[in-house]
């Protein structure tokens, strides 16, 4: 599935939940949800960082950027994990600033590439982190980010992950001297609770 931006890939995402008689349905944690396993979202340049005009949410947008990027990075898991992972020796790696090394020193790299999952942690926890991993790639002058979710609320969380996420690509895109490519988001489960799904997404 794919979109020009942001606001278009989401908004052309939702039309995949307009039939949940058609979806996986089952009882989570937090209640009954309808899910599509292994959605593929392209969003065709992150240069757009926009949120969808009827995305109700933006509080979320703000609080994830400020996770990666502003005064909550230091309680953050995600940044943490980004960008000081813990080794048992040594010092700890700034992902994001080996990656770009990387991609400086050799632009057709297929190695410029970040984990955020800890087995160790993440398998018996129940919050465990999403997304797990990503990839950086520089392909015709252009900054691809290639992103691994486990698991999207996608009328609630999708839209903030994306933002950020492409936040981070046009920087590090600026960094590079190249521009903003595409976004490949890989979601193992992208959802909608069945609550948000039959007042928002079919009932329009």
């Not at 509080?59 to 309680?75: I, N, P, S």
Request: hydrophobic share 45%; charged share 20%.
């Amino acid at each position: 599935m794919t979109g020009a931006t942001i606001a278009e890939a989401w908004e052309q995402g939702l039309l995949l939940f307009r039939s949940p008689a058609d979806l996986y349905r089952h009882d989570s944690e937090r209640g009954v949800a309808f899910e599509i396993t292994g959605l593929n979202v392209v969003i065709e340049s992150a240069r757009d960082l926009t949120a969808p005009a009827r995305y109700q949410f933006p509080g979320l947008v703000v609080d994830y950027a400020e996770r990666l990027f502003g005064a909550e990075r230091d309680r953050s898991l995600l940044y943490q994990r980004m960008r000081n992972w813990a080794v048992a020796d040594g010092q700890p790696i700034d992902q994001i600033t080996r990656l770009t090394e990387i991609l400086a020193a050799s632009p057709d790299t297929r190695a410029a590439a970040f984990t955020l999952w800890r087995p160790e942690d993440d398998l018996l926890s129940s919050y465990s982190v999403s997304p797990v991993s990503g990839c950086f790639r520089i392909i015709s002058q252009c900054l691809e980010l290639q992103l691994v979710a486990r698991s999207v609320d996608f009328w609630v969380g999708a839209v903030p992950e994306l933002i950020a996420y492409a936040r981070l690509a046009n920087e590090l895109a600026l960094t590079l001297r190249v521009k903003p490519g595409p976004i490949v988001y890989h979601m193992w489960s992208a959802h909608i609770y069945e609550d948000d799904c039959l007042a928002h997404v079919v009932a329009p």
